[in-house]
């Protein structure tokens, strides 16, 4: 009989510390899980807060009158081959004399007019982009979290011939 007790202890004893090394696991994964929707609650407020931004911007746009351009020209409007030739250099990358070829794409959606470079296939930039009746302006900035920042601003005029001609700073 004492042998009987014995073995129902034991196994009583197992089963309660399995449960509760199951309530264990259990708690600890929802606090990770509460954790993880604290977090997204503070991405979605930073998203409203910028969604808000965006559109006092707009409206204050639309008030002032300034009605944003979202359509290249037509004669603009598309891919184009180019070939830059460095005039002036103050980096190591490009040196006075350096020919490079790329595509430069014109493109536009409801946020904006934007100029896509590719070298060899493959996107290398995308330039926030704007024009007027004398010239395209172009600019690009890296984001905070590259490794090297830059500010790139481009100037192109039409040409009679059909041809674009510009400059790079």
């Known amino acids: 009989m004492n042998k009987v007790l014995t073995a129902?202890?034991?196994?009583?004893?197992?089963?309660s510390c399995r449960d509760?090394?199951?309530?264990?696991?259990?708690a600890e994964r929802e606090?990770?899980?509460?954790?993880?929707?604290?977090?997204?609650?503070?991405?979605?407020?930073?998203?409203?807060?910028?969604?808000?931004?965006?559109d006092s911007i707009l409206t204050a746009a639309d008030t002032a009158g300034l009605i944003p351009v979202t359509a290249w020209p037509a004669d603009v409007l598309g891919r184009w081959?180019?070939?830059?030739?460095?005039k002036e250099s103050s980096c190591s990358e490009y040196v006075v004399g350096d020919q490079r070829s790329a595509a430069w794409e014109f493109?536009?959606?409801?946020?904006?007019?934007?100029t896509k470079v590719y070298d060899r296939n493959a996107?290398?930039?995308?330039?926030?982009?704007?024009?007027?009746?004398?010239?395209?302006?172009?600019h690009f900035r890296s984001d905070s979290s590259a490794a090297r920042r830059a500010v790139?601003?481009?100037?192109l005029t039409r040409t009679a011939s059909g041809a674009?001609?510009?400059s790079r700073y």
Do not use: H, P
């Not at 606090?31 to 965006?54: H, I, T």
């Not at 081959?81 to 460095?86: A, E, H, P, R, Y």
């Open 31 to 54: 606090a990770s899980l509460a954790e993880k929707e604290q977090q997204f609650a503070l991405k979605e407020a930073d998203y409203k807060a910028l969604l808000r931004w965006r």
């Open 20 to 26: 509760e090394a199951r309530e264990r696991a259990l």
């Open 123 to 138: 996107l290398v930039r995308v330039y926030a982009g704007s024009f007027d009746s004398t010239a395209i302006r172009l």
């Open 107 to 114: 493109t536009a959606d409801s946020s904006g007019l934007f």
């Open 164 to 166: 674009i001609k510009g």
């Open 8 to 15: 129902i202890f034991c196994l009583f004893t197992l089963t």
């Open 152 to 155: 790139i601003d481009v100037e």
């Open 81 to 86: 081959n180019s070939k830059t030739v460095c």
